[in-house]
């Protein structure tokens, strides 16, 4: 364990003038118990974020991207397609300045995402899981043509690697500043994280690797199959290599144009693959033995930064991002195995004194 200290806190210094000035500036924290001798681990902690996921940080670029260039007119209708986590930051964003919002969605995708829109005052339009993430990429564009609404369109926007290159990607330039940085791991599911980070990091930390991950059972970038587009770069149909996968909020059933830059570029040095079993293992094993409570994406990513770990030199340090919190999965395989009831043990322990037990 880390050396501990005594606890004093002196508040951070500044009153906030809404939620949204506290977005970005998330942690990076050290690995303590499941990192192999030798080798310093670290997570960006995205879920510190008040929407507790990444995708805070490209909701709040597009509206205001949006407002500066004109494009987002006061009192109109914000329309997405999101597998959750763009939708709850948009919604933050929405309540906070005033829009509407409107989501399109895969049934697919766990139940206590739309509840919390909803909480948050979005409307929740449900597409089927048969049409995967291009039906509801595409209903969300019949939309807002329909309805003259405004299309945030995540896989396309400059708006969203823009945050990363100017937001996430120098939080950790400014935080390994001094220090080695041999490794950085994340997926993809806009592509907007690894693409920000590689724009900044090529320059300035060349020697740093980045290893790219996506689903084993959804190889898409992997395939070497190119993604077919319409001419707004949006997908023109689902890429043949996938399939239906764990990973929620990763690699959707076609190469995103945000993605696109980064693959063209040489954006990043290795492309691993994992399965969504070894990314719920490993998000059970962050909450176990370090405390950090992250969903099957963080799990899928750690799981990849433990594979780069354990083969790398004696004294390299190793950056895994964590994109949300694991609360946002009680419904789904994260948690099926987590019990309601009391177990065993748990019985034992009430037994083991005599007041107070359950009948
Ligand atoms: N994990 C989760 C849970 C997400 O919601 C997302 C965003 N869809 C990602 C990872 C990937 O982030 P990005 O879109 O920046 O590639």
Redesign the pocket.
Known sequence: MASQTIRTTNGRGKLYDSILATIGDTPVVRINNLAPAGVRMYVKAEFFNPGA???DR?AINIIEAAERAGTLKPGQTVVEA?????GIGLAMVCAQKGYKLVVTMADSFSVERRQLMRMMGAKVVLTPRAEKGTGMYKKAVELAEKHGWFLAR?FETEA?ADI?ESTTAREIIADFAGDRLDYVV?????????TGLARVLRKERPETKIILTEPANAQLVGSGVAQTRGPDGGPAATHPSFEPHP????TPDFIPN??QECLDTGGYDKLIPIAGTEGIAWAKKLAQKEGILT????GATFAVAMEIARQAKQGSVVLAML??TGE?YLTTPLFSDIAQDMDEEESEISRSTAGYQMS
Not at 82 to 86: E, K, W
């Open positions: 996921s990444v995708k490209l999101t597998s959750g986590n763009t995540q969203n990363h994340s997926g993809y599911g806009t592509g907007g994280t690894i990973i929620q909020g990763w945000v993605l969903g099957i994406s963080g994109p949300d946002r």
